[in-house]
């Protein structure tokens, strides 16, 4: 079974640019969530979808980041402009299930470094 | 709130011995799940506990759920040097979420 792959592995921005990133989910997961992690600290959940509708995206900075995932399947997680702060991994995960009691497989991250 | 809260933050062990990893949370749950951050493999769900659950295992890991005192440890016996890897609590609860802590940086020595 073919992980969740995402694209690219690294990207290096100046700030206030924009950035997109890619996310495949494993096939038939309906639920698909986008993590930020800061170094040194554990991933915080930027926005859950259920199939393309989206479940939760209360801790999504709107003013700067959005998301889609169209047609159910594929996501991208776009910032723009970029921030200083905004330097991390960006984690995409799915998940079989949106009851919280299945596990989540995640892809490899994108870090992003904002100079 | 719900967010797992690890202790310690960094554990440093001889190859062959047992670790041992604390979680807290604060508010009631459905379960919990540990997970596994290296930087070959990313992160990985080792194990999930349900709110009914006292103990469960899997291989070399031993979690065990304490829900009246919020805690939970995850045990790892006889440890191998690829263990060595952050680990991470995500308690669950109404919000069918997960909330990570900052994580155990586990370092397990030759």
């Known amino acids: 079974e073919a992980g969740v792959a995402q694209s690219p592995r690294y990207k290096i921005i100046e700030k206030r640019q924009s950035v997109a990133f890619w996310c495949n989910p494993i096939s038939g997961h309906a639920t698909l969530y986008w993590y930020q992690q800061i170094l040194g600290q554990g991933p915080k959940l930027l926005i859950q979808f259920q199939n393309n509708g989206v479940v939760d995206d209360s801790q999504l900075p709107k003013d700067r980041f959005s998301a889609e995932r169209l047609k159910g399947v594929d996501s991208t997680l776009k910032i723009q402009p970029a921030k200083l702060e905004d330097s991390a991994v960006y984690l995409c995960a799915s998940s079989s299930s949106d009851r919280g009691d299945y596990e989540q497989y995640f892809g490899p991250g994108t870090r992003l470094t904002v100079t | 709130s719900q967010q797992g809260e690890e202790d310690p933050q960094a554990l440093s062990i001889q190859e062959g011995e047992n670790a041992t990893m604390n979680c807290s949370y604060k508010?009631?749950?459905?379960?919990l799940q540990w997970y596994r951050q290296n930087s070959g493999r990313g992160l990985v769900h080792l194990i999930l506990?349900?709110?009914?659950?006292r103990e469960k295992h899997s291989g070399r890991l031993r979690v065990t759920l304490d829900t009246s005192k919020k805690s939970s440890s995850l045990l790892i016996t006889a440890s191998r040097a690829a263990d060595t890897a952050s680990y991470f609590c995500a308690p669950s609860g109404s919000a069918r979420q997960l909330t990570f802590g900052s994580g155990t940086q586990l370092t397990v020595l030759p």
């Open positions: 506990i349900r709110s009914n659950e």
């Open positions: 508010t009631s749950i459905n379960n």
